[in-house]
Nanobody
Framework: VQLQASGGGLVQPGGSLRLSCVAS????????MGWYRQAPGKQRELVAI???????DIADSVKGRFTISSDNAQKTVYLQMNSLKPEDTAVYYC???????????????WGQGTQVTVSS
């Protein structure tokens, strides 16, 4: 199983970016999909997570600005980031709970990380 994240880049404060993460490989289903981020010198933190397609949690620091969505059939999770601030600068990692067979338990897989830099 591999997760491929894309969509990061350099954006000015107030701008928008959309991250995508698609899973490929031997996959029966996906239990949860989420995004984490890690800024220099800080611990990795949860940004947003969606379970079962419609049960979502969003970090307070990004609530009202970021939206998580998913396409379970395509095994893809998105993070729409609006009104970006310099403090949103970090490497963003996608995370998916992959079930590889019927009746199996989800195993956590991580993408390679994509850099988001918010600066004027």
């Amino acid at each position: 199983v591999q997760l491929q994240a894309s969509g990061g880049g350099l954006v000015q404060p107030g701008g928008s970016l959309r991250l995508s993460c698609v899973a490929s490989g031997d996959i029966f289903s996906v239990s949860f999909m989420g995004w984490y981020r890690q800024a220099p010198g800080k611990q990795r933190e949860l940004v947003a997570i969606v379970r079962g397609g419609d049960d979502t949690d969003i970090a307070d620091s990004v609530k009202g600005r970021f939206t998580i969505s998913s396409d379970n059939a395509q095994k893809t999770v998105y993070l729409q980031m609006n009104s970006l601030k310099p403090e949103d600068t970090a490497v963003y990692y996608c995370n998916q709970g992959i079930i590889r067979r019927y009746g199996g338990y989800p195993v956590s897989y991580w993408g390679q990380g994509t850099q988001v830099t918010v600066s004027s």
